[in-house]
């Protein structure tokens, strides 16, 4: 299927996708909260991977993947676009392997990671028992 945008219209529609501040982060940041995990820090870039939510004296590290930039296999995660594709292709396998060495270095800097997909996220009550378990699981300093 042919791109029905032309590129100056694509390029603007490309331009307004935003990295941080997602409704997707909006409401795992909103369950942090209810979960009374508050005091959480956002997109630092000095922790690997940049996590979308981070607990610094945890070492507990949340990320929020939209399913398409990140790869996720669910059927947003395997679209591929049909214009430029060989382009779009090169890019979803740099955010992959950008993400696994995020992955692998948190972990061994002693980091958890949980990472949470948007398809994922339209059923709240599934995030909120997986984000519960992981907060059980590890946000306990006494537990490690």
């Known amino acids: 299927m042919a791109d029905s945008l032309t590129p100056e219209q694509r390029v603007k529609t490309m331009r307004a996708v935003k990295s941080?501040?997602?409704?997707?982060?909006?409401?795992?940041r909103r369950l942090c909260r209810?979960?009374?995990?508050?005091?959480y820090r956002l997109?630092?870039?000095?922790?690997?991977?940049?996590?979308?939510?981070?607990f610094?004296?945890?070492?507990?590290?949340?990320?929020?993947?939209?399913?398409?930039?990140?790869?996720?296999?669910?059927?947003?995660?395997?679209?591929?676009?049909a214009?430029?594709?060989?382009?779009?292709?090169?890019?979803?396998?740099?955010?992959?392997?950008r993400d696994k060495i995020a992955l692998r270095s948190l972990k061994l800097f002693g980091w958890s990671v949980l990472t949470l997909?948007?398809?994922?996220?339209?059923?709240?009550?599934?995030?909120?028992r997986r984000m519960q378990n992981f907060f059980a699981k590890h946000a306990n300093p006494s537990t490690r």
């Open 83 to 97: 214009t430029n594709a060989e382009y779009w292709i090169r890019k979803f396998d740099r955010n992959v392997s």
């Open 34 to 39: 209810e979960l009374g995990m508050p005091g």
């Open 117 to 128: 997909w948007e398809c994922e996220l339209s059923n709240e009550a599934k995030i909120r």
């Open 56 to 81: 610094i004296g945890r070492k507990l590290a949340i990320f929020v993947h939209g399913c398409f930039w990140h790869r996720h296999d669910c059927k947003a995660g395997i679209k591929i676009p």
């Open 20 to 28: 941080s501040g997602t409704r997707p982060e909006l409401l795992a």
């Open 43 to 54: 997109n630092r870039s000095d922790i690997p991977g940049k996590p979308d939510i981070a």
